[in-house]
């Protein structure tokens, strides 16, 4: 065995054929991991002590080259298709060779975390990363170990980030040169020819979304939750851009985390060790936490900066919408140091519906409530990408399609099952457009959506009269604390009601449509929250 420092050389980096690097670092502390990218002039140091770096060609996840290896342990368990794809284990081999043989003769960087916060269900994981500052990142986001736990026990999965290595799709049965690769059997994540570290956190939830219900009968859910002092969490599923981030970091609340947990018999617990939060347009005034978490020990990504080169612009979209921050836990005052919290007593989820036809807020059953898991909607609106002239919908399965790996209709079972036996109460809430569609209505303010959620928590809205939806068949509270009564029901805030008769069919359709694929392996009680096709 040989030794860096006080931190053993072990034979896991040897069993992937990386014993030939030039230096590999091990375990630094964040000021060592930001003074090795500030020598290298990888990064700036900000006004407020943060770290600034960017991720080059890449600035997010690119999930049509995410691959799965196809054996005999995930030949008839995973959803392959156009999001889990399938990689031959001999492609993999070639592909881990020769990312191996690359970083031969480089320094890199090694971390010994875990993911989980539950110890019964925890992954040991060592992630090596070719960047100081991809190493801080996996620093902030999974959870740390205290040094005497660092090598007990081993590590149990293994992830190599090698963004200067690209890899060849006739060669490596990939899409082009980059590629995120996992191997269930091997226990190894290889990603090439990306340095977007979201690729790293991400690969290791999808391990988990494989792991937990297979081996531990636990339901995985990319979602944030927090708690209050009598003990009562809530859970908040939404893709990006709805608000999961934001609606979760509450003063008057204890974060638990803010993106992926998992649901045991014990209650929830935070997969994570840290907060990835987006940047763009951030306000201090809007949210607070995040604002002031970005101090020294969190890393900006791809920002821009105000003409002094140091202060950020978080206005500034020239490098991309998707600015980033990530920062450890503990950096939110009040957050949940165990990352654990009990049975959620409330589940939101959040769409940004750029139609304007989904109430703010409704109440739903359980069995809408898998129908719209099932959906996973939000929208798209004019001008974030090219060619979107018009609101689009978009359906992710589970609120993170792109990570499950087993059918969507198991987890959506799973969640049935905790909503029955823990009574939880299940709402849906528009994060979007009111009185009109994208360019016509106007976004829901965030103080309001605050007050819905704050007064469905309290129980405020248990004993209100509700009014149904004829289409969607949601039932929405007519009153609400702290929000104006017209903005409650959406076919009132329109002023051209054939306008939203038609906007709402149109979007009743796109559901229809899209619930289609599940229609074989969902359950009666799936389907019920389907709306009124026109």
């Given at each position: ?148 736990d660092v090598l007990v026990p081993a590590p149990e999965w293994t992830v190599i980030c090698a963004p200067s290595f690209d890899a ?367």
């Amino acid at each position: 065995m040989k030794h860096l420092g006080n931190t053993p050389f072990d034979a896991t980096l040897e069993a992937v054929k990386l014993e030939g690097v030039a230096r590999a670092h091990w375990n630094l502390p964040p000021a060592k991991l930001i003074l090795q990218t500030l020598l290298r002039g990888e990064g700036v140091l900000t006004d407020t002590g943060a770290l600034a770096i960017s991720t080059g060609q890449f600035t997010g996840r690119s999930p049509k080259d995410r691959f799965l290896v196809k054996d005999d342990l995930t030949a008839h368990a995973v959803d392959w298709g156009d999001i889990n794809q399938p990689m031959g284990s001999s492609h993999f081999g070639r592909l881990r060779a020769d990312m191996t043989a690359h970083l031969e003769g480089k320094s890199i960087f090694v971390r010994d975390a875990a993911v989980g916060a539950d110890s019964d269900t925890q992954i040991r994981t060592r992630v090596i990363t070719e960047k100081a500052w991809a190493n801080l990142f996996v620093h902030n986001m999974f959870i740390r170990l205290d040094e005497q736990d660092v090598l007990v026990p081993a590590p149990e999965w293994t992830v190599i980030c090698a963004p200067s290595f690209d890899a060849d799709p006739e060669i490596h049965g990939c899409r082009q040169g980059n590629v995120t690769a996992v191997d269930f059997s091997e226990k190894l994540i290889l990603i090439a020819g990306s340095a977007y570290t979201g690729e790293i956190k991400k690969g290791m939830f999808s391990v988990m979304n494989f792991v937990l219900p297979t081996v531990h009968g636990v339901m995985p859910m990319h979602c944030s939750s927090n708690v209050n002092d009598e003990g009562d969490v809530a859970v908040f599923f939404g893709l990006s851009g709805t608000g999961k981030t934001t609606l979760s970091s509450d003063e008057n609340r204890n974060l638990i985390g803010d993106d992926e947990h998992g649901w045991g018999d014990a209650g929830i617990f935070n997969m994570e060790g840290g907060c990835y939060a987006k940047t763009i347009d951030l306000e201090p005034s809007k949210e607070p936490q995040i604002h002031k978490a970005i101090q020294f020990g969190a890393m900006l990504e791809n920002i821009g900066f105000r003409s002094d080169g140091i202060t950020p612009n978080y206005t500034d979209s020239k490098i991309t919408q998707n600015t980033r921050v990530s920062y450890p836990l503990h950096h939110i005052p009040g957050a949940v140091e165990s990352g654990k919290g009990g049975h959620p007593k409330d589940v939101f989820f959040l769409t940004c519906d750029a139609f304007g036809v989904m109430p703010p807020i409704s109440r739903l059953e359980n069995g809408q409530a898998m129908y719209h898991f099932l959906c996973g909607y939000t929208a798209k609106v004019a001008g974030t990408e090219v060619g979107v002239t018009e609101p689009q919908a978009t359906f992710s399965a589970c609120f993170g399609a792109p990570f499950m790996p087993l059918p969507p209709t198991e987890y959506a079972s799973m969640l049935g099952e905790r909503l029955e036996k823990h009574g939880v109460r299940i709402w849906l809430i528009n994060t979007g457009w009111s009185g009109g569609g994208y360019g016509v209505g106007e976004r829901m303010k965030l103080r309001f959506t605050r007050a819905m959620i704050q007064a469905a928590m309290k129980g405020d809205l248990d004993h209100v009269e509700y009014h149904k939806d004829e289409v969607f068949a949601l039932n929405s509270p007519v009153v609400c604390p702290g929000v104006p009564d017209d903005l409650l029901i959406p076919s009132k805030t329109w002023e051209d009601a054939q306008a939203y008769e038609a906007a709402a069919a149109k979007l009743a359709d796109l559901f229809c449509v899209n619930f289609e694929k599940f229609e074989q392996a969902a359950t009666p009680a799936m389907m019920m929250g389907s709306p009124t096709r026109s």
